[in-house]
């Protein structure tokens, strides 16, 4: 009796060990990666003017979810996004732990303004965000674009520093706004079958972004470095954010703050790309 179930059990542990491996694995195996989330352009990344209903729903979902998932994000503002009707949502997300930062004031492409006037959008969004709980200050690049010269990236890197703002790179980009307005769309219309259509196009994207992704940084550094994923506060964004938390989990990454990658040797070095825009960490690496 005792050798019959002998069998059985030491294939159920063959199963056990081998089968979620060939499930999505990167390689052979999914080793545990670090990530942080980020989010842009609040406080509505939006084709249109959402009304109150919506905008609880976005704020609500994403807060309750990165609660159930224990994730602190760090949030990026536009400054000529907002609306003072806009501020309770803020105020909801900077008291959930997650931490308001500058994103400049009129979402300026870098390389076609002058540092003078890119650097005096940055504080004109800084006194801005005085209103609120800011911990720290943070500062991502509108469209990833850092400056077309040696001269831009050095400036915006040493006025940054000069006033104590950490820049935060993307190192994988969640590809949402490719999808944000068909979806955006199909949800005005209340057309379920074409809202659930474009979330799950979008999340089968997502999945093979991040996997790119992942593979992209560990060729790139012969290691497993951690990550800083970027998506939109956007309608999008809340009704996929329990599935993308859900594929983060297959590709086992580990969530933890923005500051925690940030100290990586990988996310130390001086900045040294300049040129075109929307490249992400590990391209400019
Ligand atoms: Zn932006």
Request: aromatic residues 16%; charged residues 25%; proline residues 5%.
């Amino acid at each position: 009796m005792v050798r019959c179930l002998r069998i059985p059990f030491f294939i159920f542990l063959i199963l056990f060990y081998f089968l979620p491996l060939q499930q999505d694995s990167i390689g052979q195996v999914n080793p545990k990666t670090k990530v942080a989330f980020t989010i842009d352009d609040l406080p509505f990344s939006s084709y249109r003017t959402l009304n109150t209903t919506e905008k609880n729903f976005i704020y609500d979902k994403i807060i309750s979810t990165f609660a159930k998932y224990k994730i602190k994000a760090v949030c990026f503002v536009i400054g000529s996004n907002y609306k003072p009707v806009d501020q309770p949502f803020l105020k909801k997300i900077a008291d959930a732990g997650h931490i308001l930062a500058n994103h400049t004031f009129s979402h300026y492409d870098y390389n076609t303004v002058s540092f003078e006037q890119y650097s005096k959008d940055i504080l004109k969004l800084d006194e801005l965000l005085k209103k609120f709980n800011v911990p720290k200050k943070y500062f991502r690049f509108p469209y990833l674009s850092e400056g077309n010269t040696k001269e831009k990236l050095e400036s915006i890197y040493s006025f940054l520093k000069q006033n104590a703002i950490t820049p935060v790179p993307v190192s994988i980009f969640c590809t949402d706004v490719n999808f944000s307005q068909a979806f955006e769309k199909a949800y005005t219309k209340n057309d379920k079958k074409e809202i659930d259509r474009i979330a799950s196009e979008y999340l089968a994207d997502f999945k093979n972004n991040t996997k790119r992704g992942l593979e992209f940084a560990r060729n790139h550094t012969r290691k497993n470095p951690g990550h800083i994923m970027l998506f939109h506060m956007s309608l999008l964004s809340a009704y996929t954010i329990d599935g993308l938390l859900e594929i983060c989990r297959e590709y086992n990454l580990e969530f933890v703050t923005v500051d925690e990658i940030l100290k990586e040797e990988w996310y130390q070095k001086p900045p040294k790309y300049f040129g075109g825009a929307g490249y992400t960490h590990f391209e400019r690496y």
